[in-house]
């Protein structure tokens, strides 16, 4: 008996020692190893746009599953498709809109323009909501980097309008189609048109909805967009922004892929060290993007940078 009790401790000694060997000899591969398996299994969330709980087509993020450009425009269409096989991926407070049984014939990419034929069921959007669905395919899309662009096929023939409600499509809809559209014209001459992202709520999840806003105001787009970021957004809305009333923009500058924004301290939410809140930084920044398409926003006070956006 002691004889196999002692050959038992040396067995567990011997093991012991050989497995300390190996962690002593080889710990950055094996540390490697392990930290690149964690990390290859996290994804960071993609942009996407549904129908809000208010109707508004607004931004939020989802985890996708694919990252090459078809394959995420394949997962993008099936969250947008009313019981899609991926309609339990869109979080509380948000609804697909594309209609039950639509189908995606083809795919393909071609110097940035993404074509999509879908089958008839494509034809089935409600007239009210026919010009939501262009807008949640056309602003989910153009989030895909290689994307600037798409084209609507219904089985082979190109779509030129909408079938219910007659809304007209460009051969080729890009952003400048806009997004939640607010009309304020008095006449046809000197139209501006912007995009400012505010921010909603719903169930604690903070989130963005872009209003694409058509006007005859005649200042810089730049100074248009902070202007309405300091006031109210519109009455009777969820719409909110937390800018400073008492922020302004001193000087910008817009360079071919960015745009530089100088701002006084009271940009800051916090002075002492600095802070820009997140959801005024997201505002301008989106808001930014989509009025001059520039992949960077860069934020100044007094000349020096304390923040830049690059989604």
Known sequence: MLKKSALRRITVTSIALFIFCILSFFPDRISHSFSSNVLVDQKEPSAIYFLDSHDYVARTKVVMKNTDTLNQAREMIEMLTINGSKSHYIPNGFQAILPNGTKLLEIS???GILKLDFNDMFLKIPKDSEEDAVECLIFSLTEIPEVKGILLYVNGNLLTNMPNSNLKLPDVLTRDFGI????DLTKIKNVTKTTTYY???Y???IYYVPV???TNDEKGKV????ERLKSSPMNQTNLMSFLNANAEILDYEILESNIKLSFNHYLFDDFENKKILEEVEYSIALSMR?????????FLIDGEKVSQFLE
Do not use: C, P, R
């Not at 939640?180 to 009309?183: A, C, F, I, L, P």
């Open 109 to 111: 990419i071609q110097n």
């Open 180 to 183: 939640n559209k607010v009309y």
């Open 199 to 201: 921010v909603s709520k």
């Open 203 to 205: 169930d604690g999840l």
């Open 212 to 214: 694409t806003e058509i």
């Open 223 to 226: 100074e248009i967009i902070i």
């Open 290 to 298: 989509d009025t001059f398409d520039v992949k960077a926003v860069s």
